[in-house]
């Protein structure tokens, strides 16, 4: 562990890792660490909890096997061109062993991905190697809970080709020393035309697992689900919303911004309606995914060319 340098990093703490971690072993911590919150009966943290430790992988080099099968699950199109969200896989074992590590406030099981924006700078190809740099910071109080953003960047030559910021819910703990604000209505949804529909298989999560390392058991395991208050197992939001960044294929360019917000959960298996097209503006493309029958908005997004 090295004291980090240059402007605003006096305080930090940058840890190198050797290799990318193994997720199903940082899960297993994961488990750990969310026995002993539950345990120690903790409700509250404090904005000064989140530690200043910034985890650095280099040398990070694509595998051609993972990259196709993930476009193979994903339906992207065949390219040595990484798509953002697997740039996003890429980085997830960092952000992972970063919320595992005992000084994290927050416990790994429970927590929910409501929001994620990603800035893709300039195109990285199969082949290239680059560093992967993850830190948390903005602990907030919310109405549910308190969140706080993961922020993952990867660079190639030291310039920073891809930020990913993923904001994530704790329920039931209280930021001490603030006030949860009051609950805003959520705009109402109007489902638009859709443009496909997607028929999800009930083995979707295990697949998308398999390709991202995201093995929380609430996207794999029906009985899991269950302990944490859903009926069955749910897919993955970064699935759904890759798929989507997927459908907008090579009109995103090389550079763009990619942006998501989650609301109600994909149970497996689904059917759910999606729209994927060009805004009235023609600056950008926006996305919505939703339950056909009722009209439940599971999440709506945009991608934006830069």
Not at 18 to 34: D, E, I, K, Q
Not at 96 to 118: C, E, I, K, W
Not at 195 to 205: F, K, M, N, P, Q
């Amino acid at each position: 562990m090295t004291a980090g340098g240059g402007p605003g990093l006096a305080d930090v703490d940058v840890v190198e890792l050797a290799t990318p971690p193994t997720p199903a072993a940082l899960y297993a911590r994961g488990v750990g660490g969310t026995l002993r919150a539950a345990a120690s009966r903790r409700t509250s943290v404090r904005a000064s909890d989140l530690p200043t430790t910034r985890l650095v992988v280099r040398g990070v080099t694509p595998d051609p096997v993972h990259l196709s099968d993930y476009q193979h699950l994903l339906r992207e199109g065949g390219s040595d061109v990484l798509p953002a969200g697997f740039v996003h896989v890429l980085a997830f074992p960092v952000s992972l062993a970063l919320m595992v590590q005992r000084d994290f406030p927050l416990p790994l099981l429970g927590m929910v991905h409501v929001a994620n924006r990603v800035e893709q700078r300039a195109p990285v190809r199969l082949g290239e190697s680059v560093d992967v740099t993850v830190h948390a910071r903005g602990l907030r109080a919310h109405r549910a809970g308190v969140t706080v953003e993961v922020v993952a960047e990867v660079s190639r030559d030291d310039d920073v080709v891809w930020e990913g910021i993923s904001t994530y819910l704790a329920k039931g703990v209280r930021l001490a020393g603030a006030e949860r604000p009051a609950a805003e209505p959520r705009p109402e949804f109007t489902p638009p035309v859709p443009t496909a529909e997607w028929r999800l298989a009930a083995d979707v999560g295990r697949r998308y697992a398999a390709v991202s390392g995201d093995r929380n058991p609430i996207h794999t395991s029906a009985l899991t689900a269950k302990a944490f208050g859903f009926p069955r197992a749910i897919a993955h939001g970064m699935y759904t919303a890759a798929r989507a960044l997927a459908a907008v294929g090579p009109a995103r360019g090389d550079a763009y911004r990619w942006d998501v917000e989650f609301a109600k959960p994909v149970l497996l298996p689904s059917t759910v309606a999606v729209r994927v097209a060009p805004a009235d503006d023609g600056a950008r493309f926006d996305y919505a995914v939703w339950h056909p029958r009722n009209c439940t908005p599971h999440l709506t997004g945009s991608v934006t060319p830069l």
